[in-house]
């Protein structure tokens, strides 16, 4: 099982639309969690953390399950800006280590 | 204030060779993490350098090292090239606070392509 796993995609939709993505982590230890972003050919950027009250940012909310090990990123009003490869990234306090999930790929169109 | 620069930004190998990639962290940063992104895949965390020293370390062979000079700058090394190296190599810079360690700021990476 892999230390962090999410849907790789594609999710397609349209501008405007409301796209939830979610990611599992299989270490209990695990005590911090992230969202990144990744545009084409970029390198990954820091979209939010994810606390454990769930959090916001404008049209972005992310929630976090520490019973069931399992994160989610809801986007709201979709924009084209948005495609982009979104990272779910676990840090494993005893470890030491931050986890990267493989991604999950967001085309949104006209 | 500069972020975290990478050299060279592309570079093609043959199987057999060795690379070395360079890493500036970021102005404050001290560690600095080396990752591994295959195509498609998420990035694979190599090793993590602080103080100079490696303190964690992946599931990466020895043909992976590094070193960390005073002015935190880092280096990564890459022995005996396998077609399979292929990748883009991130360097990742943090500040090793009670809890900055967590957040990483990314350069643009190195794409190696070994032929």
């Known amino acids: 099982r892999k230390e962090v796993e999410q849907d790789p995609g594609p999710f397609n939709v349209p501008e405007g639309a409301t796209v939830a993505f979610n990611c599992t982590y299989s270490?209990?230890?695990?005590?911090?969690f992230f969202w990144y972003r990744q545009d084409c050919r970029k390198e990954p950027k820091l979209l939010m953390s994810?606390?454990?009250s769930g959090n916001e940012d404008g049209r972005f909310t992310a929630q976090l399950n520490r019973a069931s090990q399992y994160i989610s990123l809801l986007i709201r009003d979709s924009k084209l800006s948005d495609s982009a490869t979104y990272l779910c990234?676990?840090?494993?306090?005893?470890?030491?280590?931050?986890?990267f999930g493989t991604g999950t790929r967001l085309q949104v169109f006209p | 204030d500069a972020g975290v620069t990478q050299s060279p930004t592309h570079l093609i190998k043959t199987r057999g060779q060795q690379v070395t990639l360079r890493c500036s962290p970021k102005?404050?940063?001290?560690?600095v993490s080396w990752y591994q992104q295959a195509l498609g895949q998420g990035p694979q965390f190599i090793f993590q350098?602080?103080?100079?020293?490696?303190?964690q370390r992946g599931n990466f062979p020895d043909r992976f090292s590094g070193h960390q000079f005073p002015n935190y700058s880092s280096e990564l090394n890459v022995n005996a090239l396998l077609l399979g190296d292929s990748a883009l190599y991130l360097c990742?810079?943090?500040?090793?606070?009670?809890?900055?360690?967590?957040?990483?700021?990314f350069g643009a990476g190195s794409r190696l392509t070994v032929l």
């Open positions: 994810v606390y454990s």
């Open positions: 102005s404050g940063h001290d560690t």
């Open positions: 990234v676990v840090y494993e306090y005893n470890t030491d280590k931050l986890i």
């Open positions: 990742a810079s943090s500040f090793q606070g009670p809890s900055g360690a967590n957040v990483l700021t």
């Open positions: 270490n209990s230890a695990s005590q911090s």
């Open positions: 350098y602080y103080e100079e020293e490696e303190r």
